[in-house]
């Protein structure tokens, strides 16, 4: 049962955002928190497998560790050389996760929502806490390949495990201080940041009966398909264009609906695009695509405005033509790969995008059908037969021109055809006997790794790399100097190249006028982003580590029933804009909205004030002073020592008393708690009130 009041201009709500990490691109995704409506949400648990470079691949050889407990390690010089592979941590890998997670408590998340394959990759690390209850939901095309890339990563993991044998702590020998200090510069910096105080975010990796345990309590959801949590809070995915099953998050709570826009491609030649219309009208968008940074093409265009109304921002969004760009990223690395076997060498393509390694797959084959070359192309993966068999079943996660194939009887990729056709073959591992027994070169090679360390790359690398005329495709986001240190010297070709991974810098503007929402939540990195000044929206920047308060998302809404509403009596305050009525009855809360029900007593509209405003009268208040025989005399016009202006009124009978009265509050001062009492009324009674 409530008794309180309503205001017709609605209630002020807040709403919290911290960034907890930026990221570094497509295989990093960013992290965040909100918390609103008293729910904490967390917005992705991602791996920076690029911080595996630091660590050596398995030797082949006989190699002397660096890091071996036995050996001392060697002082640099201050004056820090050029650094070898020799360099590396010869150790078991640990895991880089986002450091500034593990300062919160993990029984404090209520809800996790994860907006691609990628950002799935630390989830075992919480789901095995035991503080942790978060409601965890996911696409269901999204949940299913990020179980095979865990999967694969436990897998591939195994083979650090079998060489170095398993820690003999939970403090590997070479996270001590002492020999961190020691380190390269660059090795140095991945390992403990810039400042060289943080070393929280290193995790051993979990295990196979962890990943199984996560995947049971990851909640799946279709596109557009509502979910709620705790009665209040409703949840949907809604398609972003990054990856198959990508999304982004739509909020709808009691203090306002809230956009989540990850990392978004308008139209993607695999996977189904930004679906933007379904964000349309929110009160706050959050957006947290950090992509342009280091976007090539936007560099390029750094002194395009933004706000200028030219004819690429005022056209509809829908003449964003990102499937055609793409399509000449993609010719281009099919003919280098040709042009490389022309010449008798191989090619590896480790790459982890699921969608970019289909479309290369099918381009390839018909670059080399064209060309008249017969050469083998080899995907290689623990989970390679399943994840190709699972993109092929699911035509509702993909774009539009796939979809039509379904219609026509093709398959959705080509891939079918070409294991049918022994053009492509699928093997679990390159020791595999059958793959042994097949293997031809010249060959194209397909085998996820996101840092050159781990799996079937590395021997594929250390077999290849002295060869000039083999060729290795790297996609941006991983330091390839780094990378490719512990196969130096280098013969083998290598091509670094960048796919599109969210939304350009010149498409923010634009796609933020049609989303139209109330406030806008903006990475200060993209400060460069100018806004008209008869934009209808507020726009906030945020940082990392530091926590965004955002006011006055909308008004919340009570559905009331009309007999309890008829009995409304509403009063005008000052403001005229406003006004207030006293209301009683059952408050409830479902499905994101407020219910109030009628109470089981009538409501006595003239019961006791309980709020009150304005300041009283002097006059009105010693008439009203008087009634009650209380009696006393009027002080002058003082000043206070906060140089307010303020009167006071001295009570001598019945009993010594004091009222100070200020343009904001009026205070009353006795030991008498009856006299107190009979004051207030007094005060109370000469007030407008409600």
């Not at 109304?309 to 760009?325: C, G, P, V």
Request: one cysteine or more; glycine letters at 6%; aromatic letters at 8%.
């Amino acid at each position: 049962m409530v008794d309180g009041l309503l205001c017709d201009d609605g209630w002020v709500v807040l709403a919290k955002m911290t960034c907890l990490s930026k990221g570094g691109g497509f295989h990093f995704p960013p992290c965040h928190i909100l918390e609103i409506s008293g729910f904490r949400i967390l917005f992705d648990v991602p791996l920076d497998l690029s911080a595996l470079t630091i660590f050596s691949p398995i030797p082949i050889g006989f190699e002397e560790p660096l890091c071996s407990p036995e050996s001392d390690i060697p002082i640099r010089q201050e004056i820090e050389t050029p650094f070898s592979a020799k360099d590396l941590i010869y150790s078991e890998p640990w895991y880089k996760t986002v450091e500034s997670l593990h300062l919160w408590k993990e029984s404090s998340i209520d809800v996790l929502l994860i907006s691609s394959p990628m950002g799935m990759l630390g989830l075992p690390f919480l789901t095995r806490m035991k503080g942790f209850s978060a409601k965890i939901c996911a696409t269901e095309a999204t949940a299913r390949i990020g179980q095979l890339m865990l999967e694969d990563l436990v897998t591939m993991h195994m083979e650090f495990r079998q060489f170095y044998g398993a820690e003999e702590s939970n403090f590997p020998q070479w996270m001590r201080w002492q020999d961190v200090a020691h380190l390269p510069s660059a090795l140095k910096e991945i390992v403990s940041g810039k400042d060289g105080g943080k070393l929280g975010g290193w995790m051993p990796l979990y295990s196979a009966v962890d990943v199984k345990n996560c995947m049971q309590k990851v909640h799946t959801l279709k596109y557009l398909e509502e979910t709620c949590y705790n009665g209040t809070l409703i949840m949907k995915a809604i398609s972003s264009g990054l990856e198959i099953g990508a999304c982004n998050w739509a909020l709808n709570s009691p203090k306002g609906d809230v956009a989540f826009i990850s990392s978004s491609i308008f139209f993607s030649g695999h996977a189904m695009g930004f679906d933007y219309r379904a964000l349309v009208g929110c009160d706050l968008v959050l957006y947290s695509d950090f992509s342009s940074l280091c976007s090539t093409d936007d560099r390029e265009n750094e002194d395009h405005d933004p706000s200028t109304n030219d004819s690429a921002s005022l056209r509809s969004l829908t003449d964003i033509d990102d499937n055609s760009e793409e399509s000449e990223k993609l010719s281009f690395v099919c003919a280098c790969a040709v042009d490389a076997v022309k010449t008798g060498g191989s090619v590896l393509i480790p790459m982890y995008r699921i969608g970019i390694l289909l479309q290369l797959l099918e381009q390839i084959s018909a670059s080399l059908d064209s060309s008249n070359l017969k050469v083998p192309i080899y995907f290689i993966s623990s989970v390679a037969e399943e994840l190709l068999a699972l993109t092929n079943i699911i035509p509702e996660w993909l774009c539009r021109e796939r979809q039509e194939k379904l219609f026509s009887g093709e398959p959705l990729f080509s891939h079918v055809e070409l294991v049918k056709e022994e053009k492509v073959h699928v093997f679990a591992a390159v020791h595999s006997p059958e793959l042994l027994t097949n293997w031809q070169e010249p060959c194209i090679v397909f085998s996820p790794s996101g840092s050159l360390r781990l799996g079937p790359v590395v021997h594929l690398l250390r077999h290849w790399c002295g060869d000039q005329n083999s060729l290795l495709v790297l996609e941006n986001g991983i330091d390839a100097e780094l990378a490719l240190l512990p196969f130096k010297p280098m013969a083998m070709k290598v091509l670094q190249c960048s796919f599109l991974s969210g939304i350009k810098l010149r498409e923010v503007q634009p796609l933020l006028e049609v989303l139209q929402p109330k406030v806008v939540a903006l990475p200060e990195d993209l400060k460069k982003i100018c806004f008209p000044t008869s934009m209808l929206f507020s726009v906030l920047r945020y940082t990392e580590n530091e926590t965004l308060i955002i006011s006055s998302l909308k008004s919340s809404e009570v559905e009331i029933p009309m007999d309890l509403a008829t009995q409304f009596n509403f009063k005008k305050l000052k403001q005229e804009h406003i006004s207030v009525t006293r209301l009683k009855g059952d408050l409830t809360i479902g499905h994101g909205k407020h219910h109030l029900l009628s109470g089981n007593k009538p409501t006595d509209l003239k019961c006791r004030h309980i709020m009150h405003w304005g300041s009283p009268d002097i006059e009105r208040l010693f008439a009203a002073l008087s009634k009650m025989g209380i009696k006393g005399t009027v002080g002058g016009g003082t000043m206070d020592a906060e140089s307010e202006n303020f009167s006071q009124v001295q009570i001598t009978e019945p009993s010594r008393a004091c009222i100070e009265i200020r343009a904001t509050s009026t205070v009353i001062i006795t030991i008498d708690e009856n006299l107190a009492s009979r004051i207030s009324d007094a005060i109370c009674s000469v007030l407008a009130g409600i």
